[in-house]
């Protein structure tokens, strides 16, 4: 039939257009055959696991204790998957306690154990609700920041949780030198609190920033405020008297010290996003990183080695406050950083929602007159596949009618260019440019 | 028919008295779709057929849910072994050292000492059930973060949420069983939540555990047959309509 002879012709030696499906398709990339391809890949991922669960169970024989009797006497924790669940159980007494219709029949005490259940089944609504709520098309995670964050902040959620759980050992076993406990039930009570909503923050800058966004508006906000707080309550703990005790004084050299490394990293990486340009600031926060994250690790070595008791002071004033002396500080430098990092992956990650419908070959001006890009061409699917051969990159007017009629807003002339600075740097760097002094 | 031959034809007669009531012919030809099987091709996914390379490093996420149904397998095998050994009773006893024991925590002593692989059974069983969980977890996170729930997956992602309380349900009454210190403080934490529902909390506490305390030992017994039964059942029931559905509706991959 003439109709089908068409067909053949303009779908010939385009990929992703299959003619026929099943075992009788002749296109040039069939799908996987079950058998043996896909048998053998599950199989050896069967066998795999197989093998890991006989190696765990021979070297590590599951616990089974004494038998259960009505007097408990050691702490009980369940196993870590219900742990999150155990530690909201536990979280839950910031909640007031009250009896409603107290003496009737229908009394409800409220109590931490009641609020408790809420908390714990606050999540459960949230995951069944998820797909009611949640209904933009986008699929992948880095073109959904505020999905992505809200994952990741609950799953750092789950870890404090955790955590939180077990607030009784870490209240036992971490003590200050004078055996008080290193880390307040209060303090605990905020961590559980502030990682989550500082690895959301993260995750959204980053992400948005994956996807070519001026952070800036966000960037100086969650930069500098943090830096301020750190600043702010480390001169309050050095200089106003009275916050630390008389048995810390000894060691207020080593405590400044510690203070002064979070302080001056929080406050560069702020005076970094403020004032410096946009490279600058990359720089100034990768160095950042690199150098507190030496400098803190070479002082812990040096004076566990050297002075543990002073160790021990400085951990004192340090783990009482580490949702803001500790937490805040990486996360202005990671804020930093992923927020004016340079997103090279991204225009792969952005070309690749082609799907071919051909609309960028259709409008471009070039491919009118260009004899190279006569037959077939299609823009974005063939540059992201790299078999452009150089026509589009060299011969683009850069006029953005292939990204006015892209169903998918992908931004093609912004990727050459961004290709074309790249080739001229290397130039540059290959010494080039003294060919044009 | 009664002169024949009577080897000649007792198979004929057998088999025909079983073929008139059990006719097997239209299901015999359904083993040509099994043959056909042979032949049958993966679907494409959506980066194969458009040769994308970039998100390659995403694909080993996308066995997890296989993972984890691998898990229940020899979790379902394992827990069979186990279960000609265990003795669902958790009343207390006075053993003759004058310890408290009960017939429970005394069956596990013999899988784990007496009876031939018994511990290593109970291993797999073990840390089959802990794959199984964490398994299901990043299940659930990579479905989040791919946004594979949307439309039209809606039903499929909340037949998902309720396998994941199963399972965390099957992880809670698999620890009950044992009888041992960790169970009594697991039993009394459940009773303790269940209690502190408003209302019907004594009563829902009664019809899970069997008591508002765990002196009595009910617990266990009640929770075996939750552990063996109710949530295999509702489990593998949801488990196969959950693979249908993906099976149907094909794998939602980010493009």
């Known amino acids: 039939m003439e109709l089908e002879r068409v067909k053949e012709r303009v779908l010939e030696g385009r990929p992703g257009f299959p003619r026929a499906y099943g075992p009788a398709r002749v296109d040039h990339q069939p799908g996987i ?20 669960m006989f190696f765990l169970s021979s070297y590590l024989t599951p616990f089974l204790g004494p038998a259960r009797s009505p007097q408990i006497s050691e702490l009980i924790v369940p196993d870590w998957y219900l742990l999150f669940s155990w530690g909201l159980l536990k979280i839950a007494d910031i909640f007031p306690t009250f009896t409603l219709g107290a003496g009737t029949p229908l009394a409800a ?29 986008e699929a992948r995670p880095a073109k959904a920041p505020i999905r992505s964050a809200i994952g990741t902040a609950s799953i750092a959620a789950i870890f404090t949780a955790s955590l939180y759980s077990i607030r009784e050992v870490i209240s036992e076993r971490w003590l ?38 001026p952070m800036r508006r966000w960037l100086v906000p969650n930069v500098t405020v943090p830096a301020i707080i750190v600043c702010a309550q480390s001169a309050a703990i050095l200089l106003l008297p009275g916050w630390l005790g008389a048995e810390a004084l000894p060691y207020v050299v080593w405590i400044a010290v510690h203070l002064v490394l979070l302080s001056a990293a929080s406050a560069a990486v702020a005076v970094a996003v403020i004032a410096l340009p946009e490279t600058r600031a990359r720089d100034v926060s990768a160095w950042t990183i690199v150098l507190a994250v030496l400098a803190f690790a070479g002082l ?24 803001t002396l500790l937490l805040l500080p990486m996360f202005a430098v990671m804020t930093a950083w992923l927020g004016t990092r340079r997103p090279y992956s991204t225009y792969e990650y952005l070309l690749n929602e082609c799907y071919q419908c051909g609309k960028c070959h259709t409008v471009c001006p070039v491919t009118k007159v260009e004899d190279d890009a006569l037959g077939g061409l299609n823009l974005v699917y063939n540059t992201f596949k790299k078999q452009h051969d150089g026509v589009p990159l060299w011969t683009c007017l850069a006029c953005d009618a292939c990204s006015a009629v892209c169903p998918l807003d992908i931004k093609y002339s912004d990727y050459i260019l961004e290709e074309r600075a790249k080739v001229h740097a290397k130039m540059a760097a290959d010494g080039g440019e003294r060919e044009w002094p | 028919m009664a002169t024949g031959d009577l080897r000649k034809d007792t198979g004929r007669t057998v088999f025909g008295w079983l073929k008139s009531r059990f006719p097997t012919v239209p299901y015999a030809d359904l083993t040509r779709v099994v043959l056909e099987t042979d032949q049958r091709q993966m679907p494409r996914s959506h980066a194969e057929k458009y040769e994308l390379k970039t998100i390659w490093y995403w694909y080993p996420l996308y066995c997890l849910g296989g993972i984890s149904f691998v898990a229940f397998i020899i979790l379902t095998i394992t827990g069979i072994l186990l279960g000609f050994f265990y003795v669902p009773d958790g009343r207390l006893e006075i053993a003759a050292t004058g310890d408290l024991t009960n017939a429970a ?26 794959i199984m969980i964490a398994a299901v977890f990043l299940h659930m996170c990579r479905v989040y973060f791919t946004g594979a729930y949307k439309k039209p997956r809606e039903l499929n992602w909340l037949l998902g949420v309720i396998l994941l309380l199963i399972t965390l349900a099957f992880g809670y009454s698999g620890y009950l069983l044992p009888a041992n210190n960790l169970s009594e403080g697991a039993a009394n934490i459940g009773i303790n939540m269940s209690r502190a529902s408003p209302v ?39 488990m196969i309509l959950h693979m249908s559905l993906v099976w149907l509706q094909g794998v939602a991959e980010p493009h």
């Open chain 1, 176 to 213: 200050s030198p004078n055996g008080a406990p290193l880390i307040p039930d209060n303090t605990q009570k905020w961590f559980f609190v502030i990682p989550p909503i500082l690895v959301g923050l993260v995750t959204y800058t980053a992400l948005r920033r994956l996807g070519y966004q």
């Open chain 1, 109 to 137: 005490e409220f109590n931490p154990v009641f609020w408790g259940d809420v908390l714990s089944g606050i999540p459960i609504i949230a995951l069944l609700l998820l797909p009611f709520l949640d209904r933009g098309r």
């Open chain 2, 105 to 130: 925590w005394q069956s596990m002593l013999t899988i784990m000492n007496d009876i031939p692989f018994g511990f290593i059974i109970r291993g797999m069983h073990h840390w089959a059930a802990h």
């Open chain 2, 200 to 238: 019907i909390g004594d009563q829902l506490a009664t019809l899970l555990f069997g008591d508002i305390n765990t002196l009595a030992g009910a617990y266990i017994l009640r929770w075996y047959w939750i552990h063996v039964f109710i949530l295999p059942l509702v489990g593998t029931g949801l």
């Open chain 1, 300 to 323: 812990s070595i040096y004076m566990d080695a050297t002075d543990r008791n002073g160790y021990s002071w400085v951990l004192s004033v340090l783990y009482p406050n580490m949702n």
């Open chain 1, 33 to 52: 055959p079950l058998f043996p391809q896909e048998a053998t890949r599950d199989l050896v991922v069967i066998f795999l696991l197989t093998a890991i």
